[in-house]
Nanobody, 123 residues
Framework: QVQFVESGGGLVQPGGSLRLSCVASGFPFSSTGIGWFRQTPGKERELVARLTNFGGSAVYADSVKGRFTISRDNGKNTVYLQMSSLKVEDTAVYYC????????????????WGQGTQVTVSS
């Protein structure tokens, strides 16, 4: 059974930092691309960062480039998202999921999602 457990969110002031963690299980983690998504009410889930399998290349959405860093620990089946210089518009629920390419478009691999972790950036 595929499972994702996200943690590390919270309330932070603009310009602050947070580190999110996601522990995955139920699939071969190290050989699977992995990504972080975020969602705000009324909007579709947005892919903000992804990492290819075996700790390869990282790709970021333009909105977070230079501020967020994705990394993985294959020994712990865990993916991290280090967020710095946070902005109010980064406020969202953050989720992780495996990534697959559908017609070369990065897409969530599994239909099951974790509970997410809430990030609120506010003064």
């Amino acid at each position: 059974q595929v499972q994702f457990v996200e943690s590390g969110g919270g309330l932070v002031q603009p310009g602050g930092s947070l580190r999110l963690s996601c522990v995955a299980s139920g699939f071969p983690f190290s050989s699977t691309g992995i990504g972080w998504f975020r969602q705000t009410p009324g909007k579709e889930r947005e892919l903000v960062a992804r990492l290819t399998n075996f700790g390869g290349s990282a790709v970021y959405a333009d909105s977070v480039k230079g501020r967020f860093t994705i990394s993985r620990d294959n020994g712990k089946n865990t993916v991290y998202l280090q967020m710095s210089s946070l902005k109010v518009e980064d406020t969202a629920v953050y989720y992780c999921n495996a990534i697959t390419l559908v017609d070369w478009v990065p897409t969530p691999r599994f239909g099951s999602w974790g509970q997410g972790t809430q990030v609120t950036v506010s003064s």
